[in-house]
C-alpha cells in the first residue's frame, strides 16, 4: 500500500506535510495576491536594477506557489507599457498579455495541484509556461527568483548548486531570495496551531535550523565559492550575482 509520505516529491524533505496540504494553498485570495505584489515590490525595483528585466530576459519563478513572483512581474510590465499613455495610445498599443509584451516566464513547482492552477491562471500569456519541475540547462535564466524554495528541500546546499548552474554567470544573471534572514513562517504556522488545534503536536517542519539568522548566508556564500557582489534591496530579501 502507497502512503502519502511516499507521494511526496523526491527531492522534498521527509519533515514536509502531506502533498494535500499544498493542495489546498492552491487558490489564494484576491487579496492576499494583491498584497503579495505590494509587499514584493521593493524586492523586484532591486533586481532590474541589478540586471535589468527586459523582453529578452529568460526567468524562472522557482517553487511558484501563489504565483506571486509571476504576477509582479505581468504587473509591472502592464505598468512600464502603459505609463505616459494618452487613453487611445493605450487602447491601440501592443496586446498586453501578447508574446511581444512580456519577458519569457517559467513557472515551476513540485506539486502538481498548484502546477494544475498556475497554468489555468496564465493559460492567456503565451510568454509564460508553466509546469513541474524538471530538468534546465546550464547558464540560462537571466533571473532566479525564490521564495521558500531552499526551506523545505531534502539537501539545500544541492538545491542552490542546481540554482547558480541554471543562471547565467559574468553578471548576465541574478539570483533573488526573496526570503533571506530566516525561514520565520514556520512560527507564523506553529502560533496559528496554537489557535485552531491547541490539543495536538505542531506540525513538524523541516530543517529548524533555518529559524536562526545566517544560516541560509552560509549556504549561499559556500555555493559561490568566491565572493560575489551583493545587496540587500529591502528587509527581508537579499540579491547576488556572479
Not at 5 to 11: A, F, R, S, T, Y
Request: proline residues 9%; contains cysteine.
Amino acid at each position: 500500500m502507497t502512503t502519502a509520505q511516499e507521494n511526496l516529491p523526491p527531492d522534498a524533505s521527509p519533515g514536509l506535510p502531506f502533498p494535500k496540504y499544498f493542495s489546498a494553498l492552491t487558490m489564494p485570495s484576491r487579496q492576499e495576491i494583491a498584497r503579495a505584489i505590494f509587499l514584493q515590490k521593493p524586492a523586484f525595483d532591486g533586481i532590474t536594477d541589478l540586471v535589468p528585466i527586459t523582453l529578452e530576459s529568460k526567468i524562472h519563478d522557482n517553487a511558484a506557489g501563489p504565483r506571486t513572483a509571476t504576477s509582479v512581474l505581468v504587473c509591472n510590465s502592464l505598468i512600464k507599457m502603459f505609463t505616459g499613455l494618452e487613453v487611445d495610445q493605450a487602447i491601440n498599443s501592443t496586446d498586453p498579455f501578447s508574446a511581444e509584451a512580456l519577458p519569457s516566464i517559467l513557472v515551476t513547482d513540485n506539486v502538481p495541484a498548484i502546477v494544475m492552477d498556475r497554468r489555468e491562471s496564465f493559460i492567456s500569456l503565451p510568454s509564460i509556461t508553466v509546469k513541474e519541475t524538471d530538468e534546465i540547462p546550464s547558464n540560462h535564466f537571466t533571473h532566479s527568483i525564490l521564495n521558500f524554495s531552499i526551506f523545505p528541500i531534502a539537501d539545500p546546499l544541492r538545491r542552490l548548486q542546481e540554482i547558480k548552474r541554471t543562471v547565467r554567470g559574468a553578471g548576465g544573471g541574478v539570483v533573488a531570495v526573496l526570503t533571506w534572514r530566516r525561514f520565520g513562517a514556520s512560527e507564523v504556522i506553529h502560533a496559528a496551531q496554537q489557535i485552531v488545534r491547541p490539543n495536538l503536536p505542531p506540525m513538524r517542519l523541516p530543517h529548524p535550523e533555518f529559524l536562526q539568522e545566517g544560516v541560509l548566508e552560509g549556504l549561499v556564500t559556500e555555493v559561490q565559492k568566491r565572493k560575489s557582489p551583493e545587496k540587500e534591496c529591502c528587509d527581508g530579501a537579499r540579491l547576488g550575482w556572479d
